[in-house]
């Protein structure tokens, strides 16, 4: 069964501190896979996309990596910031197919 | 570039009252368009998609139906809302493989 799943559910953490984001899946075959920030209330945005002979892709603060062999995915926040309070979506795509992740609710306080 | 629009933006219904939302894309011809509906504290569950003009697949079976009347608009509706359809929905739009665009989404209170 395709399957995305996200950890932690939730995090708290000081404003400039790091943070690391997991996803883990189980769809196959693998095309590309997607961070989305989503903002309360907002459409998810897109952070970063890697196909699966990428291991790495950074956006500003955020740099995602990939593991294509053991099917896992982390998105690391460096010096966050109060604006990264956010939920935090994996997607993992085949072809027309979306597999999303429960998301990481992240909150930054200061 | 593409836009995408949703509205309304919010809305608050009785339950047994229809709905209509609506979505558009611009910018871009033959999208394929989906409608998504989040739950307070879940993840995304796709309800429809759509390839072209009158292609409609439903994921999931409800009180939900989609139309797609123009090549860019994308509807989602209902004839008697249920309480349970209250939820955020967001629309969303793909060239094809690999991209997905989100619109802002309408924020729905069955009351």
Known sequence: KNQVEQSPQSLIILEGKNCTLQCNYTVSPF?????????????????????????????????????????????????????????????VSVGNQFYFGTGTSLTVIP | SQTIHQWPATLVQPVGSPLS????????????????????????????YSVGIG??????????????????????????????????????WSPGAYEQYFGPGTRLTVT
Request: proline fraction near 3%.
């Open chain 2, 21 to 48: 939302l609506e979505c558009t894309v611009e910018g871009t011809s033959n999208p394929n368009l989906y409608w998504y509906r989040q739950a307070a504290g879940r993840g995304l569950q796709l309800l429809f």
């Open chain 2, 55 to 92: 292609q409609i697949s439903s994921e999931v079976p409800q009180n939900l139906s989609a139309s797609r009347p123009q090549d860019r608009q994308f509807i989602l509706s209902s004839k008697k809302l249920l309480l349970s359809d209250s939820g955020f929905y967001l629309c969303a």
């Open chain 1, 31 to 91: 095309s590309n896979l997607r961070w989305y920030k989503q903002d309360t209330g907002r459409g998810p945005v897109s952070l970063t996309i890697m196909t699966f002979s990428e291991n790495t892709k950074s956006n500003g603060r955020y740099t995602a990596t990939l593991d294509a062999d053991t099917k896992q995915s982390s998105l690391h926040i460096t010096a966050s910031q109060l604006s990264d309070s956010a939920s935090y979506i994996c997607v």
